[in-house]
């Protein structure tokens, strides 16, 4: 094999660990707010258990690229590419780390019933994988008018989030005694709302990737 053959092998087998690792971390999310609405507690310990591979993958995933840079001296695009897939692994496994905390508070809650509907929640997750979903197809296709899209999800997600706790902190004052699941919620939607800010980082670095400038997207 070229060397060039090679390389591009390299950098194939760099995206698609890097699609792998971004699949475990929507697994994870969807797997952590299912645990959460419907007080799975065996769940929520699965994801848990499941991020060490996440972990494991992200470093092998910078140990490669570092290889790469390394070994091939890489320039222009070629060098955008291993460090955007640096920078879009910690993203994702950021993402996963949320995911395990969401986990954390449904044990937390445990069985007690909700003080308000998950609805607005439950949009703010399913919206947030969608981007993740998207955003990672972006990278992988290199297509910035998807990775544009991601950051107008963003602003419905900041929408919501701010309805949620708006919500969560008038249910203070008819149930003090639940102060501890309203501040779980809240955390919850702290969380996914931290997880469409690391989607829309992701999309940043393709808009990086692609043009070989630095564009903020929440603007």
Do not use: W
């Amino acid at each position: 094999m070229a060397v060039r053959e090679k390389f591009d092998y390299d950098l194939q087998t760099l995206r698609d660990q890097l699609l792998q690792l971004g699949s475990l971390a929507e697994i994870a999310l969807t797997q952590s707010f299912e645990a959460l609405k419907t007080k799975n507690n065996d769940l929520a310990l699965q994801v848990l258990e499941n991020d060490a591979k996440i972990d494991l993958l992200d470093e092998e995933i910078n140990d490669f690229a570092i290889l790469l840079i390394a070994k091939q001296q890489p320039v222009a695009i070629d060098l955008r590419r291993i460090i955007v897939a640096i920078k879009i692994a910690t993203d994702v496994e950021r993402i996963a780390d949320f995911a395990v905390n969401i986990a954390k508070s449904a044990i937390r809650i445990g069985e007690q019933p909700f003080v308000i509907s998950l609805n607005k929640l439950e949009k703010m997750h399913n919206i947030a994988v969608n981007m993740l979903s998207l955003t990672l197809k972006a990278y992988y296709e290199e297509d910035v008018i998807a990775a544009k899209k991601v950051a107008d999800m963003d602003d419905e997600v900041d929408r919501l989030y701010g309805e949620t706790i708006r919500e969560l902190l008038e249910r203070t004052k008819a149930h003090p005694d639940a102060m501890s699941q309203i501040t779980q919620l809240s955390f919850t939607a702290r969380y996914i709302e931290r997880i469409a800010d690391h989607a829309t980082n992701i999309a940043e670095n393709v808009f990086y990737l692609v043009k070989g400038k630095h564009y903020d997207l929440n603007d």
